[in-house]
């Protein structure tokens, strides 16, 4: 059974850093697509970052560009989201999510698996 368990959320004041991995368990192959969406309350779950294997391309939100970057383990079936400058509209839960063998994941804001969620909190 595929598992996606994210770790690394917590609080922090503005300015401060974050590192998210999450870790895929159980795939047959490293997946097609790996990403991070987050959703904050009373709001739609947007993309923040996303990374295709085969082609190597990497989406980020505007929001966060130059301050978010997405890294990927495919040895080890592991993406990481570090976090820089984060501000207070970053907080939000914060979701993994991973596909085997889809194109259109990060235009689409879906996939296939999905981990738990971590929370980031930035106080200003």
């Known amino acids: 059974q595929v598992q996606l368990v994210e770790s690394g959320g917590g609080s922090v004041q503005a300015g401060g850093s974050l590192r998210l991995s999450c870790a895929a368990s159980e795939f047959t192959y490293s997946p097609k697509f790996m990403g991070w969406f987050r959703q904050a309350p009373g709001k739609e779950r947007e993309g923040v970052a996303g990374?295709?294997?085969?082609?190597?391309?990497?989406y980020y939100a505007d929001s966060v560009k130059g301050r978010f970057t997405i890294s990927r383990d495919s040895a080890q079936n592991t993406v990481y989201l570090q976090m820089n400058n984060l501000k207070p509209e970053d907080t939000a839960m914060y979701y993994c999510a991973a596909d085997p063998d889809c194109n259109t994941c990060w235009a689409g804001r879906t996939a296939r698996y999905w981990g738990q969620g971590t929370q980031v909190t930035v106080s200003s």
């Open positions: 990374h295709y294997r085969v082609s190597g391309a990497t």
